[in-house]
């Protein structure tokens, strides 16, 4: 009966350790992906940064244009 327990003990201490070490081969590939999709992440946000830049200066540009066609429009009108 003690030998049929260790037995059985000793089975379910090999699946346990089996499900251990899958679920540590599991693990390590989700790291790999976290590592593969935060490298994606950090190259996609330097690659908007131009394109935020670039924003700010033709909303720069449209406001002076818009102060510059004021500027025309009141000088036409004659309304100084």
Known sequence: MLE????????????KNKRINGL??????????KWILDYKLKDLKESIKPSRIQA???TERIGKMENELIRYFSNVLGTD
């Open 56 to 58: 700010a200066e033709l």
């Open 4 to 15: 049929k327990n260790l037995e059985e003990s000793e089975e379910l201490l090999q699946e």
């Open 24 to 33: 540590k081969r599991a693990n390590q590939e989700l790291e790999k992906f």
